[in-house]
Each structure stands twice: as C-alpha cells, then as structure tokens.
C-alpha cells in the first residue's frame, strides 16, 4: 500500500463536501507529475486531504476506490483521474506552518514543491503528520 496526499482549494471542493459526497471522481489534474502520481495508485491506497489556498491544512482521510482511468472533464491531452473515498476527519487539522516547522518533515512534497496537487507521503512522513494530528 502506497499513501499520498491529494490538494483542493476548498472554496472548490472542500472537505466538507466529500464527505457528504462520499465518492468522487478526482478530476481536472492538469499537471503531468500529478497525473504520473494518479496512475501509480492502487485501490487501497491511503490518501490524506489537503485544503490548498484558505485553510493551508491536512484536514481528512481518504482511500482509493478505482485506479486511473481517462479523465472525463479533459477535452485534450492524456489525462487521468481516480476515484476516491471519504473516510474521516483527522482528530486535529495539521497546518502547513506545522508541517513546515517539523525537523522530519523538511523533505516532504508539500514543503519542497508545494504547488504539485498529487504527491507521495512517505511512512516517516505519514507518522509525524498522524501523530501531529492526535492519530
């Protein structure tokens, strides 16, 4: 099992959102390293949530139902989508200034690349958020 973190802006598609949705199509990825991160996620895979722009907050847990398939929102290019679960909220948002802070987490996408949408979470990096998170 592989685990990602996944971006919104949730004045688009928040949190709150997908979890009264449940499911949802994660479409409109137009970036190619994010599409590449898509396509090598397996059903099972972990996901955690990521208000983008606002909250600038890891806020929830998500699971990959279906693997990649064709985006349908693209009218060109070879892009791809996944559709994914809503599985609950963390006990406490963990905020990017955090994340930032964290001596294990300097590596970690969101602070090195941070405008990537879909990117890997190590373990090591996985832990240190679950534990900021009171997981």
């Known amino acids: 099992m592989n685990r990602w973190l996944i971006k919104s802006d949730p004045e688009e598609y928040g949190w709150e959102l997908m ?4 499911t949802t199509l994660w479409t409109g990825v137009r970036n190619y390293q994010a599409r590449n ?13 990521y208000h983008s722009n606002i ?14 398939q064709p985006d349908p ?8 989508c996944v559709e994914i679960k809503a599985i609950r909220s963390l006990a ?5 200034s955090q994340i930032k802070a964290h001596e294990d987490l300097q590596q970690f996408g969101l602070v090195r690349n941070a405008r990537l949408s879909v990117m890997p979470v190590s373990e090591k990096e996985w832990q240190a958020i679950s534990d900021m998170a009171g997981e």
């Open 55 to 68: 909250d600038m907050a890891i806020v929830g847990l998500c699971k990959l139902n279906k693997k990649a």
């Open 19 to 22: 979890q009264k949705d449940k």
């Open 92 to 96: 406490k948002p963990v905020t990017l």
């Open 37 to 49: 991160n898509l396509r090598l996620m397996k059903k099972g895979d972990e996901l955690l949530f």
């Open 73 to 80: 929102t693209a009218t060109e290019g070879d892009w791809s």
